[in-house]
Nanobody, 116 residues
Framework: QVQLVESGGGLVQPGGSLRLSCVASGSSFRTYYNMQWYRQAPGLQREWVAVITSGGSTDYADSVKGRFTISRDNAKNTVYLQMNSLKPEDTAVYYC?????????WGQGTQVTVSS
């Protein structure tokens, strides 16, 4: 069992920046797990955003490449998502995910709204 607690969402203007955090806890969590970010806009399916492995390798959805950066601090069991040059289309609830299980563990989600 892994618990994930997210923070950092909010309202930001187009072109602005936010940094999301997700802290993992629980006896089932291991630092060798990869950690991921997903997002879900109203009325749409949840989509994958980014992943970081225990070794620091990263990958991103095409829609966020060059704007978002995923990172992790294993000492704090925390994954971050730095979001720059935000667009209205980035508006969504953002979730962190760890592939424990099955079926994996999800955070509660944090709302990101990009609007003037």
């Amino acid at each position: 069992q892994v618990q994930l607690v997210e923070s950092g969402g909010g309202l930001v203007q187009p072109g602005g920046s936010l940094r999301l955090s997700c802290v993992a806890s629980g006896s089932s969590f291991r630092t060798y797990y990869n950690m991921q970010w997903y997002r879900q806009a109203p009325g749409l399916q949840r989509e994958w955003v980014a992943v970081i492995t225990s070794g620091g390798s990263t990958d991103y959805a095409d829609s966020v490449k060059g704007r978002f950066t995923i990172s992790r601090d294993n000492a704090k069991n925390t994954v971050y998502l730095q979001m720059n040059s935000l667009k209205p289309e980035d508006t969504a609830v953002y979730y962190c995910y760890v592939p424990t299980g099955p079926p994996g563990s999800w955070g509660q989600g944090t709302q990101v709204t990009v609007s003037s």
